[in-house]
């Protein structure tokens, strides 16, 4: 089974902290991903990683950046955290090959409150 | 651009009565579509895909979907609902070379005893 774990399930910050969230995946997928969750929004993209050290914004990449150092772990990046930051975040993972194409993997989130 | 729409934010059934929850996609292409379900506080499970072939596919916890071309549409469906059923519904659909997935807006299922 794939497993996609993330760092923290619940995180607590207060403004202008600088906040990661740290995502593992086990399954050697080359695609990672970064979502953020809010009530009647559905899943909105922030980032997304299609190789090591290689990353593409999203559709509200604004406030955040990303790292991947290694294959396995996608890092969400708050540079500076606010209060509109207070989500749910989730971390996905995606192989392109075979008949699976864009089935996604997904942690099981955290969420993030930002004080 | 593409887009999904979920038209029912919030749907609430009785225990074991049929269920359909409503989505709409927008697409140039013949789409690869997904329902995933989110029970409170967990990720997203996959529940079924459809990709090509029939257009009615079978998915996990006797779920179905059924893809209508016609009609832009790839409606959930289980035939009796069980208290367990109750989380968040997603629609999704593939989009671009990346894998990336555009999501609908959700519906939240209740089921009442």
């Known amino acids: 089974d794939v497993k996609v774990t993330q760092s923290s399930r619940y995180l607590v910050k207060r403004t202008g902290e600088k906040v990661f969230l740290e995502c593992v995946q086990d399954m050697d997928h080359e695609n990672m991903f970064w979502y953020r969750q809010d009530p009647g929004l559905g899943l909105r993209l922030i980032y997304f990683?299609?190789?090591?050290?290689?990353?593409e914004k999203g559709d509200i990449p604004e406030g955040y950046s990303v790292s991947r150092e290694k294959k396995e772990r996608f890092s969400l990046i708050l540079e500076s955290a606010s209060t509109n930051q207070t989500s749910m975040y989730l971390c996905a993972s995606h192989t392109p090959s075979g008949t699976g194409s864009y089935e996604q993997y997904f942690g099981p989130g955290t969420r993030l409150t930002v004080t | 651009a593409q887009s999904v729409t979920q038209p029912d934010i919030h749907i609430t059934v009785s225990e074991g009565a049929s269920l359909e929850l409503r989505c709409n996609y927008s697409?140039?292409?013949?789409?690869?579509l997904f329902w995933y379900v989110q029970s409170p506080g967990q990720g997203l499970q996959l529940l079924l895909k459809?990709?090509?072939?029939?257009?009615l596919v079978q998915g996990i916890k006797g779920f179905e979907a059924e893809f209508k071309r016609s009609q832009s549409s790839f409606n959930l469906r289980k035939p009796s609902v069980h208290w367990s059923d109750a989380a968040e519904y997603f629609c999704?659909?593939?989009?671009?070379?990346?894998?990336?997935?555009?999501f609908g807006q959700g519906t939240t299922l209740q089921v009442k005893p």
């Open positions: 999704a659909v593939g989009a671009g070379p990346a894998g990336k997935l555009i």
């Open positions: 459809y990709f090509s072939g029939d257009t």
């Open positions: 990683s299609y190789d090591v050290k290689m990353k």
């Open positions: 697409y140039g292409a013949t789409p690869y």
